[in-house]
């Protein structure tokens, strides 16, 4: 058994008119040290998907195992980058990424050590005490990414998180995403990242998860064998890029 495993999962919310069911029977594995992305058309339940492997919410039906046992609650080996940046607009950066920290029980001295580290990282050194009014969208995120590095999950969950952002400001992102995860000082093994970009998908991911339509079910799992970085202009992206657009259209 991998890292995680999705059995049968199925999540059905009430509706005004009865209920709706935004997944339906999704098995997924996910083995350590994989990127995994995964795509579909609005509303098929990409979102909902990362917040059951984070434990945020319930399955209706099915079960999701981590480390081979079954998963109850919230998954504290996970974090989330969300697409909205998540970021308490009174708090300072420093202050944003201690969030996370606190409940952990870590000292002062440590959650001072893990951010002064984390914010280096993502490049913010000086905007310690900035607010997030003060910050641009490409620097929210990077708000968001250090606290979520910071407290070195097994598994970073993102959901859509560069399509606020510029196209400049997406590419830098994107290829620092892929530093990070190659970065030896950084524990960060494995990343799930949904995006209704499909060449993202394939420029960031080593398999390519297709859902359908709501009910969200797996149509695919591409595997992406193209050598990093990747763009464009390589020899099969484009190839892979189509099959994906061939089986969602």
Known sequence: MGLLKLENI???FPHARGFLKAIRDIN??????EFV???????????????I???????????????????KGINLDCAMVFQTFALVPWLTVFENIELALIPRGLS??????????????VGLEGFEEAYPRELSGGMKQRVGLARALAVEPKILLMDEPFSSLDALTAINLREELID???DPQISLKTII????IIEEAVELGDRVVVLSPHPGTILDDIRVDLPRPRDKMQNGF????????SIIA
């Not at 992305?37 to 917040?51: A, D, F, Q, W």
């Not at 492997?53 to 998963?71: H, M």
């Not at 990242?193 to 209704?196: E, N, P």
């Not at 484009?238 to 657009?245: D, G, L, R, S, T």
């Open 193 to 196: 990242m949904v995006t209704h």
């Open 28 to 33: 997924l594995e996910v083995k350590e040290g």
């Open 53 to 71: 492997i984070n434990g945020l919410i319930p399955p209706t039906e099915g079960r999701v195992f981590y480390n081979g046992k079954e998963q």
């Open 10 to 12: 199925s999540k059905v």
């Open 37 to 51: 992305t995964i795509v579909g058309p609005s509303g098929c339940g990409k979102s909902t998907l990362l917040r």
């Open 108 to 121: 002062k001295e440590e959650r001072v050590r893990k951010i002064e580290f984390y914010i280096d990282k």
């Open 180 to 182: 990070f995860w190659n």
């Open 238 to 245: 484009n190839e892979i890029v189509n099959k994906i657009f």
